[in-house]
């Protein structure tokens, strides 16, 4: 393949009004695949969506949205329906990406903090209190200045409200498990291509514990081990399945996450090219594994972060 797709591949996007998704979108349409966006938004976001989709039907290919809760299985079988009418008898779907962040963000128990001793020892060493050491290090750490983040106020989490059995059921399925459900139904519907590719996407978050990841954490490890079954059960059909690692990435499932500021900050610091990952870059990771010298890709979890995941000091 020259990298320009052909006139009957599609590409499905699940989660493909913002991040990765509206990324990964623009990437595949400036290359000439068609594609099917599914999204659910409320209806005053859809000002600020559908400009982006014009700019992809910009690009001269087929394209197919639907507004819908990608979750349901009523639903997913009229999209695919929808699709399967799109494409007509040649069409088939190159590229099935999920990016669907639908999860529950609570901690387990109540908080307990630690002690905070060094913002009340660095204003008694500078004859100030510490109230206004505490808001100028918030204002400039808001600011930019990420070496702050130890001097900035912490971040609050919800005092009353703990994850439960529903909450972890709930985020496993949308942000883990459903990934199955797509590729099962295209699967038997005879709708992937002869050289297929699937995609799911994970986090840090799926090794290391973050307040309030619990439930999300415990979903992207589940996609995990679902897409390596899936990447064993379904290359006999043509289908590869991988899963990509992004680096701390500035999108709005991010800003949902209780302290996000600090995770951005702590990525900023330790990545070497000394900023975090975009949408971007994702997208280009994703369209250089949908090209046909990318077919011996199955079973992976391939990290996109700038080396951020390598990098031990921030000095």
């Not at 387990?108 to 002690?115: D, G, I, M």
């Not at 130890?150 to 459903?178: Q, V």
């Not at 699937?198 to 309030?212: C, Q």
């Not at 979890?301 to 031990?312: K, L, N, P, Q």
Request: charge should be neutral; include cysteine.
């Amino acid at each position: 393949m020259s990298g320009r797709f052909g006139a009957d591949d599609w590409a499905v996007v699940l989660g493909a009004s913002s991040g990765f998704g509206l990324a990964t979108a623009h990437k595949l349409a400036s290359h000439g695949m068609n594609l099917c966006l599914v999204h659910r938004d409320r209806r005053g976001a859809l000002s600020r969506i559908e400009p982006e989709f014009e700019k992809i039907r910009a690009c001269g290919v087929r394209v197919v949205t639907r507004n819908a809760d990608a979750l349901a299985p009523e639903r997913r079988a009229g999209i695919l329906d929808e699709l399967a009418a799109a494409m007509g008898a040649e069409g088939r779907v190159r590229a099935l990406l999920h990016s669907i962040a639908f999860g529950n963000l609570k901690l387990l128990v109540p908080e307990r903090p630690r002690p905070r001793v060094a913002r009340g020892a660095l204003a008694e060493a500078l004859g100030v209190p510490e109230a206004a050491l505490a808001a100028a290090a918030d204002r400039l750490f808001a600011a930019g200045h990420d070496e702050l983040a130890e001097l900035a106020s912490p971040a609050r989490y919800p005092a009353r409200s703990f994850l439960d059995a529903e909450d972890f059921a709930r985020t496993i399925h949308s942000m883990g498990t459903s990934l199955v459900d797509w590729t099962q139904d295209l699967q038997s519907r005879g709708l992937f291509a002869a050289d297929a590719r699937v995609f799911g996407l994970t986090s840090e978050g799926n090794a290391v514990a973050w307040k309030g990841y619990a439930a999300v954490s415990a979903a992207k490890t589940a996609l995990e081990a679902a897409a390596r079954s899936l990447a064993t059960e379904l290359a006999p059909y043509g289908v590869r399945c991988n899963v990509i690692q992004p680096g701390v990435t500035e999108t709005p499932a991010l800003e949902a996450i209780p302290g996000s500021d600090r995770l951005k900050a702590s990525a900023r610091l330790r990545n070497p090219f000394g900023r975090l990952t975009t949408p971007r870059d994702v997208a280009g990771v994703i369209y250089l594994l949908c090209l046909d010298e990318a077919a011996w890709i199955n079973g992976a979890v391939i990290r996109v972060d700038g080396g951020e995941h390598v990098a031990g000091s921030t000095s």
